[in-house]
């Protein structure tokens, strides 16, 4: 398992930006393909946005798609998510997570990814 963390969140008005990034510790990120899901207060856990390890093929979820931007930087050894246009239901606490061998089916579930990070909470106002 490679150990995660997240950093940038924070609290913004709607309409605004923020950049997550998800920040590997021992072991490069290069061979893990990372995803970013979301947990609101009082509702499940769900996806936000993916890079697969293999090939570079990302994903997001509809809420998301067109206003989110997962990428890697690997001289930092990060998976960033740029968050534009951010509305109130953006609000939810975001982790990162990592795994290896995730085929593209399972790109979008929770099961297919061993390494979590503790989590950044992000918060729109409207």
């Known amino acids: 398992q490679v150990q995660l963390v997240e950093s940038g969140g924070g609290l913004v008005q709607a309409g605004a930006s923020l950049r997550l990034s998800c920040a590997a510790s021992g072991r490069t990120l290069n061979g893990y393909s990372v995803a970013w899901f979301r947990q609101p207060l009082g509702k499940e856990r769900e996806f936000v946005a993916a890079?697969?390890?293999?090939?570079?093929?990302?994903a997001y979820a509809d809420p998301v798609k067109g206003r989110f931007t997962i990428s890697r930087d690997s001289a930092k050894n990060t998976v960033d998510l740029q968050m534009n246009s951010l509305k109130p239901e953006d609000t939810a606490i975001y982790y990162c997570?990592?795994?290896?061998?995730?085929?593209?089916?399972?790109?979008?579930?929770?099961?297919?990814?061993?390494?979590w990070g503790q989590g950044t909470q992000v918060t729109v106002s409207s």
């Open positions: 890079v697969r390890s293999t090939g570079g093929t990302t």
């Open positions: 997570a990592a795994g290896r061998g995730v085929i593209l089916s399972q790109l979008r579930r929770q099961e297919a990814f061993g390494s």
